[in-house]
Each structure stands twice: as structure tokens, then as C-alpha cells.
């Protein structure tokens, strides 16, 4: 099952079920994806039983399937990514023995399509190309083991970052306020399902292709979590509840192999550069610029669809 | 104006203008806070105008005034409190040329007086005393001289921690997760104004009285916060809009002259044992240990009223 909000003038929007192609859509009989989430047994098999989508849907009208969630859980669990960043920021936090999380700005996700106002230039504008999974109510201390059952949808994230504020920031131990604005989702979100046999042990096995003004600049895959989002979750939930509706992150798609398959955000290349020539040569983000993400399944299908967004001043 | 959310079994409660002897009310003509918040300057003045409370109050009744917000941003001003946290926590963070502040759980703000349920009694169950202030909508870019007139209300804030849990988390650089549950918020929220000459420069100038378990525990007073929180509502403003109803906090209210005046923590009085002792003598919560706070001004009244909170098994 493929989900997305039209954008009807509401915070929350209208939900829609998507054809199995994308192209159409059938109206929810639900006011808007939150609402679903907080009733989802309930109401997931109903969505999931149309089949018929009247009506043809334009990709320009849709916002973030989630426009806003209570609750913005990100975390960084790709090693490759870590370690790269670690570099590029001027950092050396400790690597714990558990998964490196924060809590993001939540009350806005952009639309696929949006232009996304920046405060500044200057501030080293970066995509940060992610999976991410949004949850039903998940009661305190839910392990892992049980986790897995309270995913209930999947979605492709892009979380906008200012770099040049992330190591201030960071080294605070307070986690980032102006260094990570708000994030962009793609068109759809799916149920796990959705993914078949790419949706391995709670994890996203298929490439994220990203592209920076039109050009290619990375097709890492999902699969190489050292942490599934099962874990994610229960970590999440150790000492709170979790409401419906949260959104959790992956963090950035890395792999070892980056100088092979390239990188899902531009901090990542600029870390390469200062290992090969001792210093970074990809600048950051302009106004104008944009990005495209699109996460593949092996048959050139997208199921989220296409991300593009565009920087703009605010 | 003195507002306050009775608990009608919704998820935002019913919005109550309370009278300023703090003994009835009248329901408000909107449906919750959240509500006011997005057209506080229309809504705001009907609230003020209203001079008959015909229902007498049942504190035991009420919810947090915001039962659950869009985001929860809390600072850390007080200099003589991040002094001695670093000591118990075992850190060395940079202190940094701006306010420290993270992002935390804002989808739920506990009761005044509610039992609040704890994952587990050896994770170093603390309080923490603070003030708070609710927006309106902030513009991106919202300069500290401008910032403070989009400062609807003032709250006092319990920010519940596990300190077992912080020093591990802040380590990370992402800030905390487990480390920081729910808060609970005293019962009233209250127009600056409110405080009369007491609300100064942006800061609340008065004492917040602590007990723990029935005993005094500390009675520090608000007003040296190293930024004010009009400069508190810009920091979280640079990089992003801030929804209506966003809540800003102080941190820990706490003074040079902890000695005298005790704190607004356990934590920071095992920080001074620490330096007088080579070890902290305090232990923290149990299941069943209570806490209250109440602001008072120097007539003796509790302008935010009486928040007392019990610690549960979850």
C-alpha cells in the first residue's frame, strides 16, 4: 500500500491511497495520515482494500505524506557515514555502545517538490539522503524483539543540514537546533510490504539514487544499518512512550564502498576529499540548487517516488 | 490572564480562563491552547476581557496548560547549574558563545499533579525546576530585539531526567534521548504581564520553591539567566520557523549562591557534595517520591500554582 497528502490548504492535508503505478489516486476515508496512524489496525486494512483510484494524481500537489509529526527521531547508523562526518565537522565524539540519535525539528516536513528557504548561504547548505520508518503508538520499553510490529509505514527522507553550525553545535553535547532545519519526505509512504524481499530484517535493501542540480552523486544502498529500525524503535521507546505518528531516521545511506557508489550528502564527499588531497574541494549548496533522491528497487521502479527540492532564500 | 487546560478526556484538553485568585473559572470561547496560540493577538484580548469565573476549580482536574506541543526546545542558562552538571555527569563540554539548548519530547507535558511513570528506579530519577515560555508563530531570522514580542506566555516547567543515562547520551554530541522523558508544567500559564515589574529583561524574577518529599530543597531565584529568553527564542529561530506554541525553556533555575539557596535538582546538589565531600551523598528518586514546585512572588502568591508530581513504576 502507497500513501500520500494532497495538499488542500489544511496543516495536515488530505490522505490519498496510491495506485500500485503512482499515477492515480483513490481518496482515504480518513481526514489525514495522522489520524489514520492513531487508529491504523483499524483502519490500514480498509485503506488497503481499494482498488480502484479514480482520479489522476498530479505530483505537484502533494506534500510530505506526513506535513508534520509530533515526534522527529533521527538517527546515524550507516558506520561509514560516522566516521567521515567525524572528520569533516572537527569532531571526535565517543561511539557508544547503542545507536547515535537526536530529536529533530518536527512540526514541518517539506514537500517532495517544495523550494526549501535557507537562513543563509554561508552556513554551508547539505541534502542528507535517508530512510526512515513512522510508527504506531509504541508503549515504553517495548524490546526489540517486539518493535518490528509497530512500524507501520516506510518513507525516504531528505534531512536538510547546515554544516558550518554542526560542530559547534555538536560539541555542546546538547545535539543540533540551527544546525538541522526541517527535513524533506518524499511522495509516498508504504508499507513494509511494499518492499517485498528489500525489507530485510527491518532494514531497506535497495540503492538511494541522488543527484545534485541534474548531475549523479550517489547510489549508496540501504541494507548496511548496523542497527535495524526494530532497534531503532526500542531504543526510541526505553524510557517513553512513542505516539503515533513517530517518524525515526536512519541517518545518512553510507557504505564502505563510497568511493564506488559515492555518497547521499555532500559533507560525505567533502570528507573523502580531505582523506585523498588534505583538504575538501566540493563546495556546499547555492541558492538555486537543487536535489533529486529516488530510492530504486531492481526492477528501476521508485516506491516512494521522486524527491526534488530546490534551495531558496528565505 | 491566568490560563489553564481542564482535562475533558481529548488529547488537548479544554482551555479554562482562570481567576486571579486562582479558586474558578470560565471556559474560554476557543476549544484548547494550541487553538489560541495559532490567532493569539485576535483570541488573546477576548481572554483578557473576560471578569466572571462562575465554576469553582478542581486542580486535580487539570492537564498541563499545552497537554502536547509541536516542539519542545530547552536551554540551559544558568551558568552556576551547567558548572556543576558537567562534574556529575562525568563531561567536558565547550561551553559555547550561544545559549545550549536541545530539542526534546514535546508530545506529551504531564499533569501538574500527576503519577509519572518511570522506565526504571536505577536510572537516576531526577527533577529539575525551571521556567518556561510559550510563542506564537516566530519568522525565520527573528532578531533577539524583536524576539520578545512573540512571547505569549510564561510557564514553569519540571523537566524530568534520568541522569544515569545523560552522560553517555551528551557524549554522543546528538544530545539526549533516553536521558530526557516527558516534563510536567505547572498549572497555569500566565500573560507576562502577569508578573508585573517581576518579569524583567525577559526573565522571571522570582524564587522557585522546591520540596522533595515534603522537605525544602532549594528556593533559587529565576532571574540571572545568562540569556534572556527573548535571546532564547532567537537562537531557536535562526535557522527555522517556530510553530505557534512552541515551548522555550530556562534549564535548571539555579544561582552562584547554591549553598544558600539550594537547587532546583538533585543532581546539582550531589555536584556540590562532590567538591565538599570527593562523592556525591544524595541518592536520586525512588518509586514513590513526590516533588513540588511553586514559583512565588514576594507577596507569597504562586502565580503558575502548585505543581506536585509523583514518580511511578511504569
Redesign the interface.
Known sequence: MRLATLDDGSKDGCLIVVSPDGGSYAPAPVANLQAALEDWDAIAPRLAAINAFPHALDANRLLAPLP?A??W?DG?VYPSHGALMDKVLG?A????P?P?????????FHAPRADV????EA?GIDFEGEFGIITKAVP??TPASEAGAYIALVVQINDWS?RK?AG????????????K??CGMAPFAITPDELGEYWRNFRPALHLNVQWNGAPFGNAYGEPMAYGFHELVA??A????L?AG?VIGSGTVSNETYREVGSSCIAERRGIEMVDYGAPRTEFMSYGDSVRMEARLPDGSAPFGVLEQKVVK?
Not at 528557504?117 to 543563509?120: I, K, N, R
Open positions: 508534520r509530533w515526534q527521531l546515524s569532531v565524539p565517543e561511539k557508544p547503542f547515535q540519535m537526536y530529536q529533530g525539528v518536527s512540526d514541518t528557504p535557507m537562513a543563509d552556513l515504553m520499553g547546515l553550525l559547534p553545535e555538536m560539541k555542546t553535547g546538547f545535539g543540533w537546533i540551527q544546525a532545519p526541517p531504543h526510541a526505553r524510557t517513553r512512550h505516539v513517530t528565505a
